[in-house]
C-alpha cells in the first residue's frame, strides 16, 4: 500500500497533478498534497531544472477550428556508420513540422507525426524535406481522418454525471 | 387510505419512512446542483472490468451459477486475504458472493438473530443497519459514539450489553464519517467482544479507502476469526455499485446458515458481476490505487476547505466523507442541509440522517471531481458568510 508522506511520492503526486492539469497553481497543490506552498514551488522548479518537466502544454482538439492536418510518416532508414539513429532522428527532429519522432520496431525504423495547414502542406513537406535526406531510404504517409483520444485524453464527449444526487 | 394499509406486516410499519425522500425527490428536479450527497464513487468502473462483463455476456455466460458463487472468485478472494491480512479462508465453504454488501447484512441478521435479539449499533453509521435487524425481528440498539473521533471504545460496548445482546455491527473505515480505527484500538473492542461473548458483523467495504495507514481486517485478532462475519464488496473499491457485487466471510457453520436464506432468496449473485469481480481481483489493484491517490487529494482539500470557512472537522482518515460539524452556526444539522440546498444548490446530508449522534454534524461525499468540490465549497462559503 502506498502512503504519501515520504519526498518521492510527493514528487509522484505533483506530476500527477501537473499531468491532468498544468494550470494547477502552487497553492492549490498544496492544499490537496498537504506541503506547504513555498515546499511545493520548491519541488517543482527542482523537477523543471532537472527536465522532469518538459514543458507545460494545453491539450487542444484542431479538428474543432479545421486547424490543422495531421499525418503519420512511416520511414525507413539506411544506417549510417557510428551514427546509428541518433543523428539522422535529430536532423528529422528539427523541422518544426515535424510533432513527433520515435524509433519503432517493425517494418520501419522512424514513425514521426508531421503537422501542417493542408494535406498537400503535409505532402510536400515530407516529399521536400524527409525523402530527400541522404539516410532516408523510403516514407510512407498515412493521414489522419479522425483523432479519438490523444496524449490520454479522449476527444469525445464524456458522459455525463448519472448518479442519483443523494445516496447512502 | 388503500386496502393494504391496514395489511402490512408490522415489521414494515415498525421501520420509519426515510425523511429524506422528499429532500431526494427536490435534489434531482435541479439541474444547477452540486452534489456532496453521493455515497458512490464518482469515477467509472475501471474499463477491463467492464470489458470483462461485456465479454463474459457474448460468450453466453448468463446462467445460473453455485449458490455461494463462482469458485474461481471465491478462490482469488481467499488467495487475496491470505496475502492482504495473513487469513485464511476456504473457498470451498466459508465464502459466500452476495448481491452488494446490502444483501450479505441482511442474510446475516436473518442467520443469526432470534426474535427478540439484540444488536448493538454504534451510530452514527450506514441507514440500513437497524432496519435489518427489525426485519429479522431482532432489536437494534444504538450504541451513541464520542462526536470527538466517531470511534468505538471499550465502556460503550460494556454500557449497553445485556444478556440478549447477541452481536455486534462494526462498520470501519465508517460511513457517514470517514473515521478509521487502528489495530491498538481494535483490539480494546475485541476484548469487550470476549467478554460478553458477542458475535461481530464487520462491514469492511470501505477497507481499501484508507489513507494514513493500512486497514486492519478484525479477522486478523486475535480470536476473533472465529466469531466475526467479514463483509465486503467491490462497490467502494472498484466503483462497481450498480453492479451489486460483495461476499460475507465468515467460519463455515455460519456461512452455511447464511447460504439457507440465501438460496431460498437471492439464489446467486448475478453472474456478470460475479466475471467482472474475478477481472478486478486479477488486474484491478493497479486502479484501486490511482482511485485512492485521487480520493486523498480530494480528502485534504475538502478537510482544508471546511476548517477554513469554520466548520470544525475531525481528521477524516477513511472512506470519501468528511463530517464536519455545524453547531457554530446555530443551526440544526437539517436545517443546515434545507438551508444551504435552497439558498446555493449545494446538497450535503444531516448527520441525524445517520442516527441521534449524527446532530450538528453533515456529511461531505468527496467523491466528486476536484472542479465541482471547489465550486460547491466556494458556495458553501458564501453561505456561511451570510448566516
Redesign the interface.
Known sequence: MSTLDDATNVEINILEILENNGKATPDEISEVVGVPTEKVREIIGELERNGVIRKYKASIDWSKLDGYVYAIIEVKVALEREKGYDHIAERISRFPEVVSVRLISGDHDLSLTVRGKSMKDVAFFVADKIATLPQVVGTSTHFVLKTYKEDGVYMGEEPKDSRLKITF | MSEFASKKAKRVSDVPQSG?RR??DL??SRED?I?L????P?F?TPWHVREACIYSLERGHTYYTSNYGLYELRELLSQSYRKRYKLDYSPEDEILITTGVSEAFDIAMRAIVDVGDEVLIPEPC???YAPCVRFAEGNPVYIPLSQVDFKLRYEDISSKTTEKTKALVLSYPN??TGAIMRRGELEEIADAVVEHDLLVISDEVYSELT????HTCFSELNGMKERTIILNGFSKSHSMTGLRIGYALAPYDVIEAMMTVHQYSMLCAPITAQMGAIEALKNGWESV?SM??EY???R??TL??LRNMGLPCFEAEGAFYAFPSVKETGMSSKEFEERLFKDKGV?V?AGE??GPSGEGHIRCSYANS?EKLREAFDRMEEFLSRV
Do not use: C, H, Q, W
Open positions: 429524506i429532500f431526494f435534489a434531482n446542483v452534489s450527497g453521493v455515497g458512490e464518482d467509472p450506514y441507514v440500513s460511513n457517514p489513507y494514513t495507514t493500512k490505487e485512492k491517490r486523498d487529494r480530494r485534504r482539500l482544508s476547505r446538497v446530508v440522517t445517520f476536484m
